[in-house]
């Protein structure tokens, strides 16, 4: 994960690529979703060469190893690295994209040292001394009880309880489902930031003394001495004032109403084309025109403020209220077209929820078809999304009973999830598959699975959602949001494989085959042996 960080980090720098407030997160998505690939090897390695001295470990621990674990680590890097890809073709943003491209080329180095540069040094590693071994297997010995006597209660709620525990699971996605509706969406920068910071300050003082920092701007094109377009502005400028989110507008319209008050014509607007252009006279040389109407007076801008902290739904609803009303002015004597941060920030919305499906319908696909070539079965195809659906209905069943908003950084632990989630299944079903033609009972392949590749599920999980939590400390929202929302995922993960999944194997009885070709000779042959 290390190497995998500095290369990409050093590829970023090297084509001028700058950190931004979503690719920043980079590193926390590639120690999260990368650590399991150099995982399950290690793990593996040590299988296989379990019962034999340090300094007869071989080559052949190497090739054992890359033989059962390298498809599975292979076809969860693939997968995961087509969920971040994702994001390139339905994102609003660059910098959202430029994530999507650079955290699945951190996945790509994360997969290519964990199969070539991490077995390598473990075969290279030199005997030691009999004392150190002695002390390192203690150490060992001790790391692997705790690892060993939490996967034996896993192991026994599975395997005597797998009802109970398909009907937590069940409880789980039924009370992730009920938060779901809650789910808020907000693109709000100012909230990125502690309450008592400066920054919240201000706006909180924009907000109650001058109706807040957002600004809606209507760009107006037109013949601006025509009292008609005129008229068409001040229309505008009161049909907003009407909406209830949006308080004091601001263009020359205004102005030329109180030059014409002074003139003694009323609080109006001139009703002549030669009173507007004696008004316009008066107005010559004013350093504010400059920020209200171009030269020629061909173009202005209305300005509205706004609340910034609107939820997404509510701003969406203003911009398409404006844009209605807008589409219904005869464009024939003047044109007017929104431009803004709301109007930004609906087009974020729409990209953020088009992002989410995009890539979330696509991991789906390519998850189910990397299942189905591992394990040649629908139903078990079909049984290894189990997981990554449990995990992301807690995960936004979580964000929405927490107030936790979708916006352009939660956005990004979906793929996290799917990565995470991916990986935990293909490593499980792909070791169950294997067991399934050596052991003699479906019991006996989920206890082994449990204890070899659950185990280093298992440690995944713990060191990656403990490691995470810490992000609760940050000063910046968005990092303690994205550090909770991992850890979340990383344990709702490790409970859809280690508990939920093979619960349902057990559950699934002879309903499910998972066997490959030529098992059922193998066990007949054992049996007659």
Known sequence: VGISLLW?????????IPLSIVSNVIPVVLVAVGSAYSIHVVSKFMEVGAGREQHSRAP???????????????????????????????SYLVMIREFGIFTAVGVLFALLIALTLVPVLLTLRKKQSNRTDRRSVRGRNRERSIAV??????????????????????????????GIPQLSRRVDLIEYFQPDAGIRQAEAVLADKFGGSGLIQILVKGDLQDPEVLREMEKLEGFLLAQEDIHQTQSVVSLLKELNKAMGEGRVLPDTREKVINL??????????????????????????????????????????????????????????????????????????????????????????????????????????IPIGFTLVVLFGFMGFSRIPLDIATVLVAGVSIGIGIDYSIHFLGRYRQEMAKQPSRQAAVQTTLHTSGQAILINV???????????????????????????????????ALLLLPAILLLAGGRLNLRPQGAEETQIGRAHG
Not at 152 to 178: N, Y
Not at 300 to 317: D, P
Not at 337 to 351: A, E, V
Not at 468 to 492: E, H, N, W, Y
Request: no cysteine; net charge negative; hydrophobic share 55%.
């Open 8 to 16: 990409t980090l050093g590829l970023m720098s090297l084509l001028g």
């Open 60 to 90: 052949a621990d190497l090739a054992g190893t890359l033989s059962e674990v390298g498809t599975p680590v292979l076809l969860s890097a693939l997968t995961t690295m087509a969920g971040f890809l994702s994001f390139i073709f339905g």
């Open 149 to 178: 006597r939490f996967i034996d209660l896993l192991e026994r709620l599975v395997l005597m309880r797998p009802k109970t525990v398909a009907g937590v699971g069940i409880f789980l996605a039924l009370l992730g489902l009920a």
């Open 280 to 385: 316009w006279f008066l107005l010559e040389g004013e350093e504010i025109m400059g920020q209200l109407v171009n030269s020629d007076r061909t173009e202005a801008v209305i300005q509205a403020r706004m609340a910034s902290s609107l939820e997404a739904k509510r701003v969406y609803q203003l911009v398409t209220a404006i844009d209605d009303y807008i589409a219904g002015v005869d464009a024939e004597l003047v044109i007017f077209r929104q431009t803004g941060m709301p109007l930004i920030y609906r087009n974020l919305d729409r990209s953020i929820i088009q992002s989410q499906f995009q890539s979330l319908i696509l991991a789906v696909v390519l998850v189910f078809l990397a299942m189905l070539y591992l394990l040649g079965s629908l139903t078990g195809a079909l049984i290894g999304l």
């Open 462 to 496: 713990l060191t990656v959602a403990l490691g995470f939590l810490v992000l609760v400390f940050s000063q910046l929202v968005p990092l303690q949001r994205f550090g909770v929302l991992v850890a979340v995922t990383m344990l709702s993960s490790g409970f859809g």
